[in-house]
Every structure is written in C-alpha cells, then in structure tokens.
C-alpha cells in the first residue's frame, strides 16, 4: 500500500458556508496528523477530488505528496495511533455530553423547566449520534488503511460504551 500526505489551506476570509470542511470526508479513510494535514492511501485519493476542487476554487491551497516506502511501517503505526486517539476522543466526548446533559436535566427538573429537560434530551441524543456516525467513519479509516482486524477490538468497545451510556441515558429521562 502506499500513501500520500494530503494538506489544505483554507483561507480565512472564505466564509463558512461556502463549502463543506473537508476534514468532515476525510476522516473516512485518512488519518489526521494535525491541523490540516493527513495521511490517506494512495488508492482513496480519488476520494478527495470534489473537495480538493471546492478548496482551490475559493482560493484555498491543496498540496500532495507522496511518502517513500521506506517509511511504510513508520505510516501504518501513525495511522494506527491516529485511529487509536479518534477512538479514545469519541469515548471522552460521549462520558462528558453525558455528565453535561445530566448536569442540564437535574437543573431542569429543579425549576421544572420542561423546554430545557427537552432542550437537554435533544442535545444528548446528537452528541450520541454523532458519536456513533464519528465511530463509523472511523470504522471506515480502518479499513481503508486496512487495520480493520487491529482496530476491531478497540471500535467494538468504544461502541459498547456509546450503547450503554445511551441506554442508562434513557433509563434515567
């Protein structure tokens, strides 16, 4: 397998809405390094295309390079630790909505607010779904970096946690 380094350049006077933020596709088969550069496989590179046009037409900057193979083990350990932490920050993300809605609804149900208990519902049911869709493209990184086997383990926990937090969320309402 090889890879390229993929970087991107947005700039600051483009306006938000103008097009999508290009880490939203990549996080489906690259591996952030930092900031606005990533590690992709050379064969998901045609996955950027729409993309890459979008950023150069509103004057952002889009650069790849290609890895030597020398460095492939040195890559796949990067895009292993790389998926590890996404993992890791998913689990983080979904432990702190949960204690934060808690938070919201026991001061709800105190003043007896219910547009904030529902407020607080709303809002721990899209941090739980977007868990889950981050989980999945993770998933999907996996296997395009083909580490599904070595990731299989640690996305099938931190799916586990998702899925439990989200039924003692809803035992609880």
Not at 41 to 57: I, N, S
Not at 149 to 172: K, N, Q, T, W, Y
Request: with cysteine.
């Amino acid at each position: 397998m090889r890879f390229v380094c993929y970087s991107y350049d947005i700039p600051k006077s483009t306006p938000a809405d103008q097009y999508p933020e290009p880490s939203c596709t990549l996080r489906r088969f690259a591996a952030h390094l930092q900031q606005s550069v990533w590690i992709l496989p050379e064969a998901q590179l045609g996955r950027t295309t729409d993309r890459t046009r979008d950023l150069e037409r509103g004057g952002g900057n889009v650069a790849v390079f290609d890895f030597d193979e020398r460095g492939h083990e040195k890559l796949m350990r990067k895009a292993r630790a790389c998926l590890e932490g996404e993992a890791t920050r998913i689990r983080k993300y979904v432990e702190s909505s949960i204690t934060k809605t808690g938070d919201r609804l026991t001061k709800a149900r105190a003043v007896m607010s219910v547009n904030e208990t529902n407020d607080a519902i709303r809002f721990q049911q899209t941090a739980l779904n977007r868990a889950l869709k981050e989980l999945a493209d993770s998933e999907e990184c996996a296997v395009a970096f083909d580490l599904s086997g070595d990731m299989a383990e640690l996305i099938r926990s931190v799916r586990s946690v998702i899925e439990a937090r989200a039924a003692a969320f809803v035992a609880e309402k």
